[in-house]
């Protein structure tokens, strides 16, 4: 079965931290960029941060120095680590699978999301 199943959101205080994680299929991690968008109310969905394959990573300018992302390629899990959380970064979390090889090659998946909320 093909799926991404995201997890870990919830609400925190501002600058406390918060560790997403998402349980992607075998087929979809192994051969995907694994990326992490949200999305906070009336605003477009945005890149948060990718990791190919081979581990490089790429992060949106307004979380750079505060967010890590992770895979854990024995547990097909990728992982976003957020940290000195603001109430901007006030969203829905989604996890992404863009495919780049193998038999599903061009597919791009993605996770329901989960809802970080950051306020006091």
């Known amino acids: 079965q093909v799926q991404l199943v995201e997890s870990g959101g919830g609400l925190v205080q501002p600058g406390g931290s918060l560790r997403l994680s998402c349980a992607a299929s075998?087929?979809?991690?192994?051969?995907?960029?694994m990326g992490w968008y949200r999305q906070a109310p009336g605003k477009e969905r945005e890149l948060v941060a990718t990791?190919?394959?081979?581990?490089?990573?790429n992060y949106a300018d307004s979380v750079k120095g505060r967010f890590t992302i992770s895979r854990d390629n024995a547990k097909t899990t990728v992982y976003l680590q957020m940290g000195s959380l603001k109430p901007e970064d006030t969203a829905i979390y989604y996890c992404?699978?863009?495919?780049?090889?193998?038999?599903?090659?061009?597919?791009?998946?993605w996770g329901k999301g989960t809802l970080v909320t950051v306020s006091s």
């Open positions: 990791i190919t394959t081979a581990g490089s990573t």
């Open positions: 075998r087929i979809i991690f192994s051969f995907s960029t």
């Open positions: 992404n699978g863009a495919v780049v090889n193998g038999i599903l090659r061009g597919g791009n998946y």
